[in-house]
């Protein structure tokens, strides 16, 4: 049950408006509260109550985005360029606590991206302790050499500027230039820096997998997105079956 708050703050932080917009609306009569007409800004409030112009409050209990990253996005808040932010209505820009991806995909990385405010699901799909792989489909600009697959799987890569060795990763040869490369860690442009080291170079990368959630099922353009639950989002990532 959630702890009832005041008005203004609750729909402030949904990310509708500042609180001086709140009382406006609250003086117009577009806020009610279990049907009746809001009286004031302070009133103490849980958010299944209220209506803003008759419509239930957006996601007022979290919010949880499956994305499909495009190519070219930015996984930032600030930078120049197209952010991923851009895909999604601006209202939720504004949303305390705030939305944020979990981990990042480089802006030339495409694919599927988990986007929370639930601080909780964002570590248990990051921690390594979590054990929830993520999957990657990379065209490479040199035919493999032969030795990469053991080295991968060794736990004993070390990349330059790292103070330990990559946790062993899988790789599967589809042919000489494309593979799937299963990770159990993120780590900066990891990917692309383990291909570097063994000299190589990453011409394309795209994250098929989180866990056992596919890019495919979920049927996403790039650019689109779904949203979930926490809860829903950890089932579908923890099914049985492998990537
Ligand atoms: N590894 C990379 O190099 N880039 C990504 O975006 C993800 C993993």
């Given at each position: 049950m959630?702890?009832?708050?005041?008005?203004d703050?609750?729909?402030s932080?949904?990310?509708?408006?500042?609180?001086k917009?709140?009382?406006?609306?609250?003086?117009?009569g577009?806020?009610?509260?279990?049907?009746?007409?809001?009286?004031s800004?302070?009133?103490?409030?849980v958010?299944?109550q209220?209506?803003?112009?008759?419509?239930?409050?957006?996601?007022a209990?979290?919010?949880?985005?499956?994305?499909?990253?495009?190519?070219?996005?930015v996984?930032?808040?600030?930078e120049?360029?197209l952010?991923?932010?851009?895909?999604?209505?601006?209202?939720?820009?504004?949303?305390?606590p705030?939305?944020?991806?979990?981990?990042r995909?480089?802006?030339?990385?495409s694919?599927?991206?988990?986007i929370t405010d639930d601080?909780?699901?964002?570590?248990?799909?990051?921690?390594p302790?979590?054990?929830?792989s993520?999957?990657?489909?990379?065209?490479?600009?040199?035919p493999?050499s032969g030795?990469?697959?053991?080295?991968?799987?060794?736990?004993?890569?070390?990349?330059?500027?790292?103070?330990?060795?990559?946790?062993?990763a899988?790789?599967?040869?589809i042919?000489?230039?494309?593979?799937?490369?299963?990770?159990?860690?993120?780590?900066?442009?990891?990917?692309?820096?383990?291909?570097?080291?063994?000299?190589n170079?990453v011409?394309t990368?795209?994250?098929?997998?989180?866990?056992s959630?596919?890019?495919?099922?979920?049927?996403?353009?790039?650019?689109?997105?779904?949203?979930t639950?926490?809860?829903e989002?950890?089932?579908?990532?923890?099914?049985?079956h492998k990537p």
């Open positions: 959630m702890k009832p708050e005041r008005l703050k609750l729909l932080n949904l990310g509708y408006g500042i609180r917009d709140v009382a406006h609306w609250i003086r117009r577009w806020v009610t509260i279990d049907g009746e007409r809001a009286t800004p302070a009133q103490k409030v958010a299944d209220v209506r803003l112009e008759g419509k239930e409050l957006d996601h209990h979290g919010l949880t985005i499956i994305y499909h990253k495009p190519l070219g996005a996984c930032s808040r600030k120049d360029g952010l991923i932010y851009e895909d999604f209505p601006e209202r939720w820009i504004g949303r305390k705030p939305l944020s991806s979990v981990g995909l480089d802006k030339e990385t694919g599927l991206l988990i601080g909780q699901l964002n570590h248990q799909l990051t921690s302790k979590k054990h929830i993520k999957t990657y489909a990379v065209t490479l600009d040199k493999l030795h990469e697959k053991a080295l991968f799987a060794s736990g004993k890569l070390m990349l330059e500027t790292d103070d330990r060795p990559c946790l062993p899988e790789l599967n040869e042919n000489e230039t494309e593979v799937t490369l299963v990770l159990h860690e993120g780590r900066y442009h990891q990917v692309r820096r383990m291909f570097a080291a063994v000299e170079h011409k990368l795209t994250r098929t997998h989180i866990g959630l596919s890019l495919s099922e979920t049927g996403l353009k790039p650019g689109s997105y779904q949203t639950t926490p809860h989002l950890m089932q579908l990532v923890t099914r049985s």
